[in-house]
């Protein structure tokens, strides 16, 4: 079943969609073509399916490295619109030269990924980054009792980030206490769920489709799924699957990529 909130929400997620579509019609896609560095330097938006156990920078700092040494350019702006942890897959934006002052515009466009979800224990971290704590039943959990529970995370909510993660806590990121073991509390940060959809369900393990708002943390919906289901539950995989209306489908491997920049050159 899929679920989607309410009207004004949808209405207004809408709007924003419309508006993001509208200024993508300018948006300077890569095209294998032309690839030079003319076009790197004007600025060209490269949409990447990030690696498994790859940090965001990672991607940034290999696409940058396969330009500057295929193109013999010392100096290149790359960057990218919007992290993925290590742990997750997917697609990410990563704009060079003069693309790079959009970022903004795709950092603030809503997301879909694909969750699949661990029901029965839970770790500090929310997904397997950490060891598990503590452990839950799960039998009473029911593919209908999970879309029950979907339903109340619809709309606009409150969610408190996990303490592993890259927020702001007293001008360090987060995670510098969590991994000293440092008990901070983060406040909880509006975001808006529009689309919830249960993909499959296997007991313990439940993947779910999600489209949300920047700064929603899927590990910390696994950690409130777990607890509206009178569980505990944690992040066992993680693919991003689109941003706004570009899809992880025309994404490619920056191995491709390396690829096609040799190819155009020869």
């Known amino acids: 079943m899929r679920h989607c909130g309410s009207y004004g929400v949808y209405l207004a997620i809408s709007i924003l969609e419309k508006d993001f579509r509208k200024s993508m019609q300018s948006i300077p896609l890569l095209n294998p073509t032309e690839l030079t560095l003319e076009k790197f330097l004007d600025g ?12 965001s920078f990672d991607l940034v700092r290999k696409c940058r490295n396969i330009i500057s040494n295929k193109m013999k350019v ?3 702006k790359v960057g ?13 934006i990563v704009c060079t030269g003069k693309a790079t002052k959009r970022i903004s515009e795709w ?17 500090p971290s929310f997904d397997l980054e950490t060891e598990t704590d503590a452990t839950f039943p799960v039998e009473h959990i029911t593919r209908e ?17 996990p303490l592993f993660s890259a927020k702001n806590l007293q001008g360090k990121r987060a995670y510098t206490f969590a991994r000293k073991g440092v008990d901070v509390e983060l406040s909880a940060q509006p975001v808006v769920i529009s689309e919830l959809e249960v993909v499959k369900f296997d007991l313990p393990v439940a993947v779910i489709r999600m489209r949300c708002s920047k700064g929603a943390y899927v590990r910390a919906f696994a950690r409130d799924l777990g607890i509206a289901n009178q569980s505990g539950a944690c992040l066992v995989g993680l693919r ?12 490619m491997s920056p191995e491709l990529f390396e690829k096609m920049l040799a190819l155009s050159i020869n």
Request: net charge negative; glycine share 8%.
């Open 44 to 55: 060209q938006v490269i949409l990447f399916d990030k690696p498994l156990w790859w940090t």
């Open 74 to 76: 010392k100096k290149l």
């Open 80 to 92: 990218h619109a919007g992290t993925l942890d290590p742990l997750a897959t997917g697609l990410m």
């Open 107 to 123: 950092m603030e466009a809503d997301k879909e990924y694909v969750a699949t979800i661990e029901f029965g224990r839970t770790t």
């Open 145 to 161: 009792s999970l879309e029950v529970a979907l339903g109340s995370f619809l709309g606009e909510t409150k969610q408190v980030p």
């Open 240 to 251: 991003r699957t689109a941003i706004g209306d570009f899809s992880v489908e025309k994404a």
